[in-house]
């Protein structure tokens, strides 16, 4: 059984920067791990994903050039750096890990989240 904590949300202007924080309990090496964020009356969307082997990353194009997803497997956790952050990023964001080194379908275990906002 795998439990994510995420950590470093807050209040942030528009154009700064927040870092997320995702520890993870049991075996997560080889897991595909992602984040996730809800804005109120928004449903849950993809944000990143890393994979399991070869630290492949992937992201949704809206915050492409700005978020950068990591992984400390020594550690056993995950991290989003969020950079040039604007209104609309706000929200709860969620960690996830997938039973599989790379993300695909859905995720198998959910933080609770971390609340992210943007003040413009």
């Not at 056993?76 to 952050?85: F, G, I, P, R, V």
């Amino acid at each position: 059984q795998v439990q994510l904590v995420e950590s470093g949300g807050g209040l942030v202007q528009a154009g700064g920067s927040l870092r997320l924080s995702c520890a993870a309990s049991g075996r997560t090496v080889m897991y595909a791990m992602g984040w996730f964020r809800q804005a109120p009356g928004k449903e849950r969307e993809f944000v990143a994903a890393i994979s399991g082997i070869g630290g492949i990353t992937n992201y949704i194009d809206s915050v492409k050039g700005r978020f950068t997803i990591s992984r400390d497997n020594a550690k056993n956790t995950l991290h989003l750096q969020m950079n040039s952050l604007k209104p609309e990023d706000a929200a709860v964001y969620y960690c996830a890990a997938y039973e599989r080194p790379y993300y695909s379908g859905s995720p198998d275990y959910w933080g609770k989240g971390t609340l992210v906002t943007v003040s413009s």
